[in-house]
């Protein structure tokens, strides 16, 4: 009778586990053709000569794409310029982020309405924000050239900030950081209000300073916090096209550098080569970071 029953039992639970299998099925399939094909066929052109005729089959060449973008100026540029602007740009978000939540963490009149305030940047429509920016950096009749020059007298003359290589990459930086500051904020301010306030009171009692109550409580409690929204942003900036190329085209970054590749010299072959050396490099970095991370 025992056994019957451990049966009957096992023959639940192996039906219960096929529905389960039946129930995400369609969830694996989907992301099977809209993730896993599409990246597995860019690791595959990235090894051939794709041809502009639809029906030519791509021409297979070996590693010949990795060995001429290794040694190409334009690339090991754009590479260069895809770290600076990433880790820049990442890096100012993440500290205002958390200023302004150490800032909203205090009780001041109107905190709920600036609070909302602070969250435009980032929900405001992306093509809105591009051209409202590229409005206010007009050399002719923007503000910021009028302010800079005019009325601070920081530099002479008229400079388009936006298509001047050494200050356009600059200028991206602050937009973006600007932009997504209130990603970091709302990451950080609940964990910020959540620090129980008898810490500080103890610490206070101690004799501890400002500054080593903020290095020894407040960012002991944010590290993890910190930590994971830094490495999303450093995600989200590498790959980052739409808002650098809606500002300049004098920013090269790798996706921009992989789409002229792509759809203005025709080389698809090459461009695919490039957002396997993106994705690559990528997954170096988050492997590195998670493990400095754990560390920490």
């Known amino acids: 009778m025992i056994s019957l029953t451990r049966s009957g039992d ?3 639970e192996e039906k219960e586990a096929l529905l389960g299998y039946a129930l995400i099925a369609p969830a694996l399939l989907l992301i099977a053709a809209v993730i896993l094909y599409p990246v597995l066929y860019n690791v595959y052109l990235s090894f051939t000569v794709v041809p502009l005729r639809p029906d030519e089959a791509p021409q297979w060449i070996g590693l010949e794409h990795y060995y001429s973008l290794f040694g190409s100026s334009a690339f090991w540029s754009a590479l260069r310029t895809t770290i600076v602007f990433t880790f820049f740009s990442t890096t100012l978000a993440t500290l205002g982020g ?17 609070r909302g305030m602070v969250l435009l940047p980032y929900v405001a429509p992306l093509i809105s924000v591009a051209f ?21 007298g920081l ?15 600059w ?28 810490m500080y009171e103890a610490a206070k009692i101690d004799g501890a300073s ?40 004098r920013v090269e970054t790798l996706p921009i550098y992989a789409y002229q590749v792509a759809f203005a ?32």
Do not use: C
């Open 265 to 296: 010299n025709y080389q698809h072959g090459q461009a695919a080569a490039i957002s396997m050396v993106l994705f690559l490099a990528l997954i170096v970095f988050v492997l590195g970071y998670v493990a400095w991370a754990l560390d920490w």
């Open 155 to 169: 530099y002479a003359g008229e400079i388009d900030i936006l298509s001047n290589g050494g200050t356009a990459i």
């Open 98 to 114: 958390l200023g302004t939540a150490l800032l909203f963490n205090r009780s001041f009149r109107g905190r709920r309405y600036i």
């Open 210 to 249: 400002k500054f080593a109550q903020f290095k020894d409580i407040t960012l002991t409690e944010l590290k993890y916090i910190l930590a994971t929204v830094f490495l999303l942003r450093w995600i989200w900036n590498f790959n980052k096209f739409a808002d650098i190329w809606l500002l300049t085209r």
């Open 132 to 152: 409202v920016w590229r409005f206010m950096l007009d050399p002719l009749y923007g503000i910021v050239p009028f302010l800079g020059s005019d009325v601070l």
């Open 10 to 12: 096992r023959t639940i």
């Open 171 to 198: 200028a991206v930086i602050l937009i973006d950081a600007w932009r997504y500051f209130p990603f970091a904020f709302l990451m950080l301010i609940a964990r910020v209000q959540a620090i129980p306030g008898d």
